[in-house]
């Protein structure tokens, strides 16, 4: 049985910071290209940063220069460091595992930035 288990979540001030782990099981984690996929209320879910399974990075313009994502594939986990936060960030964080067509989500964490 896969599970993603998103942690890391709260309540922070603008311009503070979160990590946000996902911790992964029943999957060959090294094989798998990790996400992160955020949704504000009202809005579309939309992908955050991305780590390919060689460790190539990807982030939405709006994260860079703030967020880093991260992975350790002797512990199943990938990280998301976020930095400088705005209120605009708050959203539901979710965790994705990618390999091929097959995709797996976490229940997601919320992030909430107060201003």
């Known amino acids: 049985q896969v599970q993603l288990v998103e942690s890391g979540g709260g309540l922070v001030q603008s311009g503070g910071s979160l990590r946000l782990s996902c911790a992964a099981s029943?999957?060959?984690?090294?094989?798998?290209?990790m996400g992160w996929y955020r949704q504000a209320p009202g809005k579309a879910r939309e992908l955050v940063a991305g780590i390919s399974s060689s460790g190539s990075t990807t982030y939405a313009d709006s994260v860079k220069g703030r967020f880093i994502i991260s992975r350790d594939n002797a512990k199943n986990t990938v990280y998301l460091q976020m930095n400088s936060l705005k209120p605009e960030d708050t959203a539901v964080y979710y965790c994705n595992a990618a390999l091929g067509i097959v995709n797996y989500w976490g229940k997601g964490t919320l992030v909430t930035v107060s201003s």
């Open positions: 029943g999957i060959i984690f090294s094989r798998y290209r």
